[in-house]
């Protein structure tokens, strides 16, 4: 009986720093070793994904734009379902308010005997039809409110499409920075490995104690729980996305380099909080086009409803057929005549009171809005040139850790820099590279907020 074995030798994976910068070059490692690892380095090939962490968060960034994942989370939404429903109901409305009578005809049939009487054959019929017609002025004002509604209902979608735009960019840019840090997590556990074994074999042949070796396995335990954690967080950030986009977001496999962060342009059209009235150009934040689209809507209708102060009069054209007695011809008469009702009195100044009340309502809230949305974009911008400062600063900051990590790597393989050392610095270089990689999506998250607070739609 022979016994087969089979060996597998696994080489050292090389392992290359890509750079988080955008667009920035990509910074070779330090290779004064066979086992030299700095903690800013990335995984040439991909990562093993560790045992310990659930199979849920072994997804990478999906592979889908902002732009398209704010279409999808539309598509979703009740108001964009409904939106060819309301668009039909406000042509109806217009195409009413054209039409040359205030409501559709109204046929009437008449048959009167004297049977149960005297039955004398008295016999009477008549076809009639009722056309309403329109109060003076109620067809303009109609044709005006029916242009004010369909206006207001394109606006109001468009704000409702820019509140959604907030939730889609929240939950964007807060699955960027999980994805980033659970990457970075995932680096940080691999050196943090790569160490751990250095620091094993220099044990092993005498030159570190024992307690060093302790203190490089609770180094790779942290990591590992770490990674654990980012993991976590980027799951529920995906499934968030997933909760707004559906369940088909695709994600393809794993990466072993950080995503790319795109952030979005800046507008190049400034954008004021005030409505566009011809003086300065400029154009008006949707919410605030929204309320008074809304306030205008209402003030047609308050004009309609003055205009309404009675029901519609009502032009009758009617044919009548009728004989005395039975055996007398039948005589044919036509009749035309209005109907001409009293005024509808309180019920018609309840009507007109509500909608001067809903514009008054509209108007102040638009009025509102404008401060609201002034202070938001100042707010935005305040923030987003924060952020581009503290973006310069941490890339600094990370350029500055990876080579410090670089010499204190060759000097602890030279014996010149103690474990607790080499670990302190590892950590705080890890430490930079998140940094700088927050900094960067914070900066293009930046972007978005000023983008949202100016009133415009992913891209």
Do not use: C
Request: no cysteine; net charge neutral.
């Amino acid at each position: 009986m022979y016994r087969k074995t089979l060996i597998l030798f696994l080489p050292t994976a090389t392992l290359a720093w890509a750079s988080v910068a955008h667009g920035a070059p990509a910074v070779a490692a330090n290779t004064a070793g066979p086992h030299a690892v700095s903690a800013a380095t990335l995984p040439a090939i991909s990562p093993v994904p560790s045992p310990t962490a659930p199979p849920a968060t072994r997804t990478a960034a999906p592979s889908i734009t902002l732009a398209e994942l704010f279409e999808l989370a539309w598509a979703r939404q009740p108001e964009a379902r409904a939106t060819a429903a309301r668009r039909d109901a406000a042509l109806a409305t217009r195409d009413a308010a054209a039409s040359w009578s205030a409501d559709a005809p109204a046929l009437s049939l008449q048959a009167k005997s004297d049977r149960p009487g005297a039955n004398e054959g008295a016999r009477e019929y008549e076809v009639g039809i009722g056309i309403p017609l329109w109060l003076p002025g109620e067809r303009n004002r109609s044709a005006r409110l029916a242009e004010a509604e369909l206006k207001a209902l394109d606006s109001s979608l468009l704000a409702a499409r820019l509140r959604l735009a907030e939730n889609v960019r929240e939950a964007w840019w807060r699955y960027q920075r999980a994805q980033g840090d659970w990457q970075l997590a995932q680096v940080r556990e691999a050196n943090a490995r790569q160490l751990a074994g250095d620091v094993a074999r220099r044990v092993k042949a005498g030159d570190l104690a024992r307690a060093d070796q302790h203190q490089a396995d609770g180094a790779a335990a942290q990591a590992e729980a770490a990674v654990a954690e980012a993991a976590a967080e980027q799951a529920a950030a995906l499934h968030r996305l997933r909760a707004l986009a559906g369940t088909a977001i695709p994600v393809p496999a794993t990466s072993a380099t950080l995503p790319e962060v795109l952030p979005e342009a800046l507008p190049d059209t400034p954008l004021s909080a005030t409505a566009p009235d011809g003086s300065g150009g400029a154009v008006a934040h949707p919410a605030v086009i929204a309320l008074l689209d809304r306030a205008q809507a209402a003030r047609d209708a308050a004009a309609l409803a003055r205009q309404q102060n009675r029901a519609n009069p009502e032009l009758t054209v009617a044919a009548t057929r009728e004989r005395d007695v039975t055996g007398a011809s039948f005589k044919q008469s036509f009749t035309v005549g209005i109907r001409i009702p009293f005024g509808a009195g309180p019920r018609a100044r309840a009507k007109q009171f509500t909608a001067q009340a809903e514009a008054l309502d509209a108007e102040a809230q638009a009025e509102l809005e404008t401060g609201n949305v002034a202070q938001g974009i100042a707010s935005a911008q305040a923030q987003l040139r924060a952020a581009q400062t503290r973006q310069q600063a941490a890339e600094r900051r990370a350029r500055l850790a990876r080579e410090a990590r670089g010499f204190f790597d060759k000097s602890f393989r030279l014996g010149e820099t103690d474990l607790p050392t080499r670990l302190r610095i590892e950590l705080e270089a890890i430490e930079a590279e998140q940094a700088f990689a927050r900094a960067r999506i914070d900066a293009a998250a930046a972007v978005s907020g000023l983008r949202q607070a100016m009133g415009l739609l992913p891209q």
